[in-house]
């Protein structure tokens, strides 16, 4: 249970007055210079039972006031830091509790900031979790908190996958990084994380700020990491305002700007320039499941934003794409007339209006730290069957349009619906909803409950949710066994003590994120045994227990060894790998001439037929170019096969350097090579494809050395032209190879 003792809600009471409630500020200093640039506003409550900030909001969480106190503790933050003189060319940084976000009104949370201090510069923390909660709502608080002229910072960057996801939605001006990337040892998620902020900080300006700076090490670590402001005691702890002994500066935001007007469609954030397609329906969905495809290849740090038009277009296999990529991606919406909130679990929606112009339109858009992607497609409202149903389309990877689009789509999800905190009213629903218990158990003070939990061969924990950190409050002998410490090292310290730094982070994102929802959860991770650190895998399942009032106040973890599992699963894994990589030889033995390494014709006539649908599709066409050598069999009788094979391996590496990279070469048989130029103006197809040709032609005629001998041999060149010469790969080859005897013969009248 909670710490705090406040049976009669009467330290609530008084924290929730006028006065109740102050502001102490710690100092956020620019590495470079040491000067003290900003200060974030920490609240404390009235000198009692809950002046620590834990206690007091879990006990306003408890009661349902959570909001009030949250707006209590901005105004107390805006009075303090005027009262302190902490302004202009200095910076406040101000929290936004995210359950408020999820629960209350957005246009409470900046009704103070209209009668704001015109020299009182502000910074709004928010976290990526009111934005999957709420979208539409934040974003739109974004844009006018920046027409106030504040800015924008995203707390806690790293304690979660989705937080990179949702980075360039936010656009923030500051970085805030979690106090972990800085206090633990380096390892792969933290380089992935880094990798992300690093590219989005140099994209866009923003500055990267590191928290939890409490040693030398750890300066050293955040400066490592990209960070140019710090925070933490090693710079002064949290006081009632200027921090003595230091030097003010200012802190230059880049002053990021709105993504755009929040009702702006994302094919309308298509710029004039991007030249647009037409395509039967039945392409769009081939290229809409590549982008989910690369989705699921980006993981949780994926945000997936797409447009059905009609819920009837929601498919079952559409199901279980979407599916899949909730249990894959960070974030994934689904909009549509007559698709609901939540059209399957995990999943957000949004049931468009007829009238609204996203409505026209099929959208594919996928956003991710270094990848951004997006099918921008608008229904031409044709008759006839599904599939051959007409739409205007662009395929972009330019990511300004894929961020506005994105922009568009997430500013029209509906917000999450989840049960109202207890005597709370729900602002979507009439009346009041408690939340439904989870599971409540006894103290675990209760002799038998303490006798059953320590005489299970499985390893269990309870971590108190109400606590600073989380901390362990019970382990069974049967943990302590398996975590190789006895209860003493354990009890009071966050179980992450025991994770690998090769536990996967996604394993350990998807975690916190269950237990941010108060969810169950069940994963396998990889932990470190005692002293000496023996690595062993554990498959922990986690559950919440709830208070009477509905809060998640405990977690108890059941958890099991089974490295010996887990290993035996990775030697088939490893055996399946082996085999594809076997198989994946075959193939390219399949579809490659081993003496050049060019294509073969089986993989050509693949690559062809591909731009011939693409030709269909587009306003350009393409040329197929059959090359034969000439002379090539006297070479091969005088000098032997072993000079005629590198004669043919000379030939193809000159063949490809006269090409374009977009072009595709192959080796037909014996002397004979194949060529398609893709991308042609089908006004002047013809006429590129010939020039191209004669260029072949007499870059095969220059003379090269084979054995000690100089050898030159000839080329005839015969060119076929989609569509007008054949509209399918076999016509077009047999076309070529008539207009290269033609040219052969006109060779041989020539010289004589």
């Known amino acids: 249970m909670a ?122 923390e928010i976290t990526e979790r009111a934005l999957a909660a709420r979208p539409a709502e934040l974003l739109r608080t974004v844009e006018r908190v920046r027409a106030l002229g504040w800015g924008i910072a995203v707390d806690d960057v790293g304690a979660d996958s989705m937080s ?103 094919f309308g954030c298509l710029p004039t320039t991007v030249p647009l397609r037409r395509s039967a329906k039945a392409l769009l969905i081939e290229l809409s499941k590549q982008l989910e495809r690369e989705a699921m290849r980006l993981g949780d740090t994926a945000v997936v934003a797409a447009t059905f038009q009609e819920a009837r277009h929601f498919t079952p296999s559409t199901t279980q794409r979407y599916r899949d990529l909730v249990e894959r991606t960070g974030f994934v919406c689904a909009l549509g007339e007559g698709l609901p909130v939540e059209p399957l679990p995990g999943l957000r929606g949004a049931d468009l209006r007829p009238d609204d112009v996203v409505r026209g339109e099929w959208d594919v858009v996928v956003l991710g730290p270094h990848f951004s992607a997006a099918l921008l497609a608008r229904d031409l409202g044709d008759d006839g069957p599904d599939l051959e149903r007409t739409f205007e ?12 689009a994105a922009h568009a789509l997430l500013s029209r999800v509906a917000p999450r619906l989840a049960p109202a905190v207890a005597g709370v009213p729900d602002v979507r629903r009439p009346g009041t909803v408690p939340v439904p218990a989870l599971r409540r158990v006894p103290s675990d003070g209760d002799a038998l409950v303490r006798s059953a939990l320590s005489a299970t061969t499985s390893g269990v924990t ?61 994963e396998t991770v990889l932990n470190l045994r005692g002293p000496d650190r023996t690595p062993w895998w554990n498959e922990i399942h986690l559950s919440p227990v709830v208070d009477p009032a509905g809060t998640v106040v405990q977690y108890i973890g059941v958890q099991h060894d089974v490295t010996a599992r887990v290993e035996a699963e990775r030697a088939l894994l490893q055996e399946r790998d ?40 587009g306003q350009d066409t393409l040329a197929l170019l059959f090359v034969d050598l000439n ?57 590129e494809g010939r020039r191209v040709a004669d260029e072949l032609a007499a870059a095969v005629c220059a003379p090269v050395v084979l054995r000690d001998r100089e050898v030159a041999v000839g080329a005839s060149v015969g060119v076929a032209v989609y569509p007008a010469d054949g509209e399918e790969f076999a016509t077009l080859l047999h076309t070529a190879d008539l207009d290269m005897y033609a040219r052969k013969a006109g060779d041989r009248g020539a010289r004589r």
């Open 631 to 687: 002379g090539f069999k006297a070479v091969n009788d005088c000098l032997g096969h072993a000079a005629g094979d590198e004669l043919l391996q000379s030939v193809a590496r000159t063949l490809r350097g006269r090409l374009r990279r977009g072009d595709l070469l192959a080796r037909l048989a014996g002397d004979e090579f194949l060529v398609a130029l893709r991308g042609l103006d089908p006004a002047t197809a013809a006429e």
């Open 393 to 404: 389309y662009a395929l972009t990877y330019d990511r300004a349009t894929v961020v506005r």
């Open 3 to 124: 710490d705090f003792q406040d049976p009669d809600g009467r330290a609530l009471e008084a924290a929730l007055q006028p006065g109740g409630v102050h502001s102490v500020f710690q100092p956020i200093i620019e590495l470079d210079t040491g000067r003290v640039v900003a200060y974030e506003a920490l609240a404390r409550g009235p000198e009692g039972p809950l002046q620590r900030p834990d206690l007091l909001f879990a006990a306003a969480r408890e009661a349902g006031r959570l909001a009030e106190l949250d707006e209590i503790c901005r105004a107390a933050a805006f009075r303090g830091a005027v009262a302190q003189g902490l302004l202009s060319p200095l910076t406040v940084f101000v929290n936004v509790e995210p359950e408020v976000l999820d629960t209350a009104p957005l246009d409470d949370l900046l009704a103070i900031a209209e009668g704001a201090p015109h020299d009182l510069r502000i910074v709004m």
């Open 164 to 266: 990179l996801a949702f980075l360039p939605l936010l656009a923030p001006d500051v970085i805030k990084l979690d106090l972990r990337l800085v206090q633990e040892r380096p390892g792969p998620a933290i380089a992935e994380i880094m990798n992300a902020v690093n590219a989005h900080a140099e994209r866009t300006g923003a500055v990267v700020l590191a928290e939890g700076i409490e040693t030398a090490e750890h300066l050293a670590t955040a400066r490592a990491l990209g960070a140019t402001l710090g925070q933490g005691w090693l710079f002064g702890r949290p006081g009632p305002g200027v921090a003595p002994g230091l030097v003010p500066g200012e802190l230059a935001l880049p002053g990021a700007g709105a993504s755009g007007p929040a009702d702006a469609s994302p």
């Open 462 to 522: 309870i971590a108190d949710m109400l606590q600073p950190d989380q901390p362990l409050v019970y382990v069974n002998e049967a943990f302590q066994e398996l975590a190789g410490f006895p209860a003493s090292e354990v009890l009071g310290r966050n179980c992450r003590f025991l994770q690998s730094p090769d536990t996967d982070p996604a394993a350990v994102a998807r975690i916190r994120s269950a237990i941010d929802r108060g969810e169950e959860c069940r």
């Open 578 to 617: 082996r085999n594809q990589v076997y198989l994946a030889r075959i193939e390219e033995l399949a579809y490659t001439d081993p003496l050049t390494g060019l294509p073969n014709r089986r993989r050509l006539e693949e690559q062809v037929e591909t731009a011939i649908w693409s030709a269909r599709t």
